[in-house]
């Protein structure tokens, strides 16, 4: 987990690092080209922060077994030196990228046009302009190096010092698809789980991050939520209405984890390509049922204008505009066990976010598997937990995992068989058949 986490890592920095680098020499480039690039990179930051979380979890698990040895060659302390310097770079460009003049250039013609009317009165001359205009020395020589002279006198029409202001700018290559979507969908679900799980820490963060970022109806982001500038309906009022739902109603934090699934990513993918396009989402029921078995509460919350995990998950949990709330009573829902994210880039609204909860969904395999395991599901192991339908049968082997019992799974397209091994050497074999 530690090595697939420090290579995903490794990826990441390595495509961020390709889209900041500037090419090499003189030439300028726009600063609309670096300024897309840097935001391009700020949306990707989280893909990097999901990673490193990502080595940390395996890291601790490896210290709970004594597991001294790093599997791979980057280390957590490397990976976080590589954010930090990621921030500034992307701080400094930003910077560079504001201070960068526009694209008017030099107004050539008046300049020439006024030193016409010098010529007509004064010939122009170097000494006509130190003694009878009072320039400053140091101008009268700019004017000298940048114009022609003709019988001592400088020729105003010459004049043209900044002639690659005339030049065009190249353009940078961005890159088309610039997201990891599993990973952001990763780092936008565990802003959602801090929201369930700890409700009065996350209303502090939410506090403090946003409390002075809006003016009337206009809301700034935070320069780590990308600095964007949205409208809202009701302003500072729907903050207020959130920190109060995090501290009293959903205090107890007593939610389930929500836990991204492939098929519910591919799921909320679809509606959010189609949304996109300009289509209507094809149906949920339709969408879930193709892809594996639902049972309990289902249901998805949309998003436009945000791509960056934190708004996503703050705009849904304001609900702005909405009196009743739905979104944040859909994402506070303790039915809801298991998500899927997606994110498209759209037409009017710049982005649109999908995020799709059930309280159970089963992607089947369509191959036998018999899987053994003991303390922390692997892969394998939760691939066939994923695959059946009945939360009874999935928490016979996850209990008996958390106390640290061996289980087997036994599955067969239709039907699991569940063995659970007691520390005496005795089983006990619990079986499902659905249809």
Known sequence: DY??????????????????????????RAADDVRKAAEIAIEQLPVGEAHHRAAKVASDKMASYSIAQNPSVLTLAQMSAALTQMRSLLSLLQGAAKLAPGNATLPTKKIVAALE?????????????GSEFGLPDEHVKFLEDEMEKKNGALQPTSFDPFPADRSAVPTLSLPTIP??????????????????????????????ALSDAYEGKHLTCPPSWGGKKLVTAEGVVALRDLLKALRNKYKTGNLPTLRLVAALDDAAQQAAEELAAGKQPTDLTTRLSSRGTFSGSAGEAIVYGVRQPEPIAAQLLLSDGDAQRLNRSFLMNGDLKVAGFGLADHPQHGSVCVIVCTSLFATPIDKPMTVECQGEANDDFQRVLDAIPSEQARDIATDALVVGKKVKLNYVPGSIDITVYERDGSARTSSLKWA
């Open 179 to 208: 997201l990891d979507l599993r990973a952001h969908g990763l780092a936008v679900i565990e802003h959602v789980n801090k929201a369930r799980k700890e409700p009065e820490n996350h209303a502090d963060t939410l506090e403090a």
């Open 117 to 129: 009317d010098l010529a007509e009165a004064t010939g122009v001359s170097p000494a006509s302009l």
């Open 3 to 28: 090595r697939e986490a420090a290579e995903a890592f490794r990826k990441w920095h390595a495509g961020a690092v390709a889209l900041l680098t500037m090419p090499a020499g003189d030439d300028a």
